[in-house]
């Protein structure tokens, strides 16, 4: 049965049978009580990285959004895999996001934003949480950006 969440990721184009597998030696997903550690997740579809490469030199801003959002939407196939449901989510805690940034480039807010505006098309204001957007010199396999999650979920 599919849920309401599931049905909005689903409407904006991320299916949820397409999760990326783990890239290296480590849990996409851990939990701890009623908290959720989501590893980092770059811009992967159907086993190919779609943004690679340096914000803004070979991305542009509008398009590393889409790189935010799509890592986002790994973020939340990730969890659905791990726990089976997106309704079990109480609240996004934190996002941080990492961009692949070009040694001027100050914009990486603007950037995961592209994130954070999908988190709360799926979730509404329980998917706005804290954040931070770091830029950084290189990311795993080239990826304009990478997002990790914290979320706090139902038992």
């Known amino acids: 049965m599919m849920t309401n969440r599931i049905t909005k990721l689903e409407s904006l184009g991320y299916p949820m049978e397409d999760v990326p597998a783990p890239g290296g030696l480590y849990k996409p997903v851990t939990l701890t009580g009623s908290i959720v ?5 770059v811009a992967i579809s159907h086993g190919k ?24 939407a790994n973020n939340l196939r990730a969890v659905h895999q791990s726990i089976g449901s997106l309704d079990r989510i109480v609240r996004v805690l934190r ?11 100050s914009d990486q807010h603007l950037v995961i934003n592209g994130a954070s505006e999908l988190l709360k098309e ?13 830029g950084v010199a290189q990311l795993p396999l080239g990826s304009a950006v990478e997002t990790e999650l914290i979320l706090e979920i139902k038992s």
């Open 37 to 41: 550690y989501v590893s980092g997740a």
């Open 95 to 105: 996002l941080t996001g990492f961009v692949n940034s070009d040694p001027d480039f």
């Open 49 to 72: 990285l779609l943004f690679a490469g340096k914000v803004p030199r070979d991305i542009d801003l509008s398009t590393a959004q889409q790189a935010a959002a799509l890592c986002a």
């Open 122 to 134: 799926v979730f509404g204001d329980v998917g706005v949480g804290a954040r931070s957007a770091v």
